[in-house]
């Protein structure tokens, strides 16, 4: 069998090393004809850098290395371009003139190249139209740009604004380049995982065209089900063989865990996280490879500080224009989450031009719930996951008293610091552990008599839940039935548990609960 391209972001090396390739390349080729300036946005790890590397291939005339590809038979006229690619996805970026710094140096190199010497007085962004013009004049030919995250130094800066201001200012005068020098440009390509900076930074680019939610370019980087199964056949029946499935009910696994992301409003093309795909294949492990590389850290801080309902994570809505990115994320962090891959499009309203947004599939939806809950209880994952053992078995059997005197000694050891609105927050920790727990959990069910606070059902029981604040756990179990609440629950089969439950903001904790 080839190798597995795990970690290839080289064209030329996995062409020449006989690694797997799923054949992107007719999709390029109608992006060199259809247009000039590009921008695409796509999470960690989903293959930007391969798909730079390939157009930096087809743009440089390496025709050998296309050969049995899709455009191999569709070009005919093969040319070599000078390139310009520059990587934003290595250096450090914590510090005022680190950017400037990693600019410089990939501009020297580029200056070497074209025999340029620049003028010590030069900005940057001057070094860099002096060497697009003497590189187009020299060679006789149009110049590519390509950008690999054009966003990194911005991301590592998000919570340094004036370091982040810094950074919009250079990258803007840097950027803005690929419009004054547009008679020497051949084709321009910016990929990035936000887009949280693009009115600020790219303001002056009106030429630029974003394919980010181009349903032509949905699947540009990704793999497709039917690419999963022409391209990795055999390591889909050494799984199935190990797992002692069919190799059907082996992708119905993959796709559980790894599929689910849309990234254009037609819900038709459904893409899978590469990275996650093509470790599960080498090691014949379901794992949360994609999760583990990377924490969310400062998007639950967003979060937390913008008290947002965990459960609006898989039931929110948001505008088309608030999704294409614009500089308000730091209060409203769904729109970062998407763009990074905690979230994806789930339907779109044409009517109201919105998107319906929710996990992806089961390895961003339990890793991040299973990440988020020690940031709202204190202590740490393998603390969670005790108590969230627990909480399982007491739910499986019905024993509710059980469920919150667990919950109770649960939120009791949470710093207090950690609680800033106690209703908000409680709401959140348990919709978080149910979810968790792997419970159809809905909060705020609505129905034609008022709003259940929280809904669990297991196998057996539909359970109920009725929050107070500093009143009483019988007053909440008092509205269950003065309104009706179970009433869209009796003909599913399934025992009804009603449970009314107090919190008390003085000790930040469970104060009572009446079952029925």
């Known amino acids: 069998m080839k190798k597995l391209p795990i970690g290839i972001q080289s064209f030329k090396s996995l062409r020449e090393d006989g690694f797997l390739y799923v054949d992107k390349t007719r999709q390029l080729?109608?992006?060199?004809?259809e247009a000039k300036y590009y921008f695409l946005s796509r999470p960690?790890?989903?293959?930007?850098?391969?798909?730079?590397?390939?157009?930096k291939a087809y743009f440089q005339g390496k025709r050998e290395l296309f050969e049995g590809l899709a455009i191999a038979e569709l070009e005919k006229d093969w040319k070599s371009y000078p390139v310009l690619y520059l990587d934003l996805n290595t250096g450090n970026y914590n510090s005022a003139g680190a950017l400037e710094e990693?600019?410089?140096y990939i501009l020297s190199e580029w200056e070497e190249e074209f025999a340029i010497v620049p003028e010590?007085?030069?900005?940057?962004?001057?070094?860099?139209?002096?060497?697009?013009?003497?590189?187009?004049?020299?060679?006789?030919q149009q110049v590519v740009v390509l950008v690999d995250e054009y966003d990194k130094p911005l991301l590592q800066a998000i919570d340094n604004e004036p370091l982040l201001t810094e950074f919009r200012n250079i990258l803007k005068g840097f950027y803005s380049n690929l419009k004054t020098c547009d008679e020497h440009i051949r084709f321009a390509f910016l990929t990035g995982v936000t887009k949280f900076s693009h009115v600020s930074i790219f303001s002056d680019l009106n030429n630029l065209q974003d394919i980010s939610l181009n349903?032509?370019?949905?699947d540009i980087c990704g793999f497709t089900e039917e690419e999963i199964r022409q391209t990795?056949?055999?390591?889909?029946?050494?799984?199935?063989?190990?797992?002692?499935?069919?190799?059907?009910?082996m992708m119905g696994k993959l796709k559980a865990r790894y599929d689910g992301y849309h990234f254009s409003p037609d819900m038709s093309k459904d893409v899978y996280n590469p990275f996650s795909v093509l470790n599960a294949l080498s090691s014949c492990q379901l794992q949360n490879y994609w999760f583990s590389t990377g924490t969310p850290t400062f998007l639950v801080k967003l979060l937390k500080d913008g008290q947002y309902k965990i459960q609006d994570l898989s039931e929110g809505d948001i505008t088309a224009t608030d999704l294409s990115g614009k500089d308000s994320l730091f209060t409203e962090p769904v729109a970062l989450l998407y763009q990074t891959g905690y979230l994806t499009i789930k339907g779109f309203d044409k009517d109201f031009d919105s998107y319906s947004l929710g996990f992806p599939n089961k390895e961003v939806e339990l890793s991040f719930l299973r990440f988020l809950l020690p940031k709202y209880v204190g202590g740490t994952e393998n603390r969670s996951s005790f108590y969230i053992e627990h909480f399982v078995r007491d739910l499986r059997k019905g024993d509710i008293d059980s469920f919150m005197e667990r919950m109770t000694a649960f939120l009791g050891d949470t710093p207090y610091e950690l609680i800033?609105?106690?209703?908000?927050?409680?709401?959140n920790v348990l919709f978080t552990v149910c979810r968790l727990m792997g419970y159809h959990t809905i909060a705020e069910y609505r129905t034609s008599r008022g709003r259940i606070d929280m809904v669990v059902k297991t196998d057996d029981y539909t359970y109920v839940f009725e929050f107070k604040f500093d009143k009483s756990a019988q007053e909440a179990l008092q509205q269950i039935d003065t309104k009706e609440y179970m009433i869209p629950f009796?003909?599913?089969?399934?025992?009804?548990?009603?449970i009314g439950v107090n919190f008390s903001k003085e000790t930040r904790n469970i104060e009572g609960w009446e079952v029925r």
């Open 29 to 33: 080729f109608d992006l060199s004809k």
């Open 44 to 55: 960690r790890r989903f293959g930007k850098s391969l798909l730079l590397s390939t157009l």
């Open 102 to 104: 990693r600019l410089g």
């Open 120 to 140: 010590k007085t030069q900005s940057v962004a001057t070094r860099f139209q002096v060497v697009i013009k003497h590189a187009a004049k020299t060679t006789g």
């Open 215 to 218: 349903n032509a370019y949905a």
């Open 232 to 249: 990795f056949a055999p390591y889909i029946q050494k799984f199935a063989k190990q797992e002692q499935v069919d190799e059907d009910a």
């Open 420 to 427: 800033r609105d106690c209703e908000n927050h409680f709401q």
């Open 490 to 498: 009796t003909a599913d089969g399934r025992q009804i548990v009603k």
